[in-house]
């Protein structure tokens, strides 16, 4: 089948290819898209495909390229906007303004998505395709640390492995939303039917994100109440009951400054160590 331009410029093909790409892949994910879907839904054939992108590996690359690098752009400008004018006085707010803003304003540009980037965001940060996140980790890297580093510096109190859990969940719950089909009805759900500006919006979506970054870390009191809990939900109750006092105990003591951290706690500090190099790609891939 003959490449069709009938009514187009031949010069919209690449175009064409890459918005169909990034509707299959916003609708289906990166695994259960294909070739052949791409090509019916742009109207050309393959060799079109391989002529201007090579492989479905290089078209996709091509796609989160082309929303994805000049959002970061417009974030990191916002940033470094941010810290000259405060410095040390730098916020959690401010840094999620620097992630929220650019991508509202973004969403609301139909030459750049339009409506369908919020989604793109979504899907991008939670498609489970390793070929997806690889590629967000090696592109992306330096950003996301800029970022993580930010929101340390706004959040001192918190480790550096419990700020990448953190971020991990909050983040991850809202990239959820994004990507869903009903995020319009969703927000107008939420707003009672009444418009909302920009800064209502953000406002909404960085509240519950600010409470859970800035949350204090949890006591021997909370511990123990969590371990009595999940005692009380499993078949072994009394047996998980006292596993989970007595470490909870270890950690009230730990805070009082009578023990040293044990060794799970120091193995569970190493995984939150590769939670946040996680998190800092998290961070910036799938948020609005």
């Known amino acids: 089948m003959a490449v069709r331009t009938t009514g187009r410029h031949a010069g919209d093909t690449k175009s064409r ?11 289906c994910g990166y695994e259960a898209m294909s070739l052949r879907q791409i ?15 090579g492989s479905k590996e290089s078209l996709i690359h091509s796609m989160l390229s082309r929303r994805l690098d000049h959002l970061n752009q417009e974030r990191l400008k ?64 330096s950003v996301a640390v800029r970022f993580f580093d930010a929101f340390q510096r706004a959040l001192p109190h918190l480790p550096r492995e419990e700020l990448g859990w953190r971020l991990h969940f909050a983040i991850g719950a809202l990239s959820g939303v994004l990507a869903g089909t009903d995020t319009d009805s969703l927000l107008s759900e939420f707003s009672q039917g009444k418009s ?37 939900a499993s078949e072994g109750g009394s047996e998980c009951a006292g596993i ?14 009578s023990e040293s951290p044990s060794p799970a706690v120091s193995e569970g500090e ?11 790609q998290h961070a910036l891939h799938g948020a609005a």
């Open 196 to 232: 909302m500006n920009d800064l209502q919006l953000i406002a909404r979506l960085a509240s519950l994100m600010v409470a859970a970054l800035k949350a204090p870390l949890p006591d021997g009191t909370q511990l123990a109440a969590f371990a009595a809990v999940l005692g009380d």
């Open 39 to 53: 090509t019916s839904r742009a109207e050309v054939n393959l060799a079109a495909v391989n002529y201007h992108f």
């Open 78 to 141: 916002l940033l470094d906007r941010f810290d000259t004018l405060l410095g040390e006085r730098l916020t959690c707010e401010h840094v999620l303004g620097a992630m929220f803003i650019p991508a509202l304003r973004l969403s609301r540009d139909p030459r750049v998505g339009g409506k369908a980037f919020l989604r793109l965001l979504g899907r991008a940060y939670t498609d489970p395709s390793s070929f997806i996140r690889d590629f967000l980790n090696g592109h992306y890297a």
């Open 270 to 280: 190493h995984r939150g160590g590769n939670m946040e190099a996680g998190s800092r």
């Open 17 to 27: 290819i890459l918005d169909a790409a990034e509707t299959l892949f916003i609708d």
């Open 244 to 257: 989970g006092g007595a470490e909870a105990a270890s950690a009230a003591r730990t805070e009082g400054g």
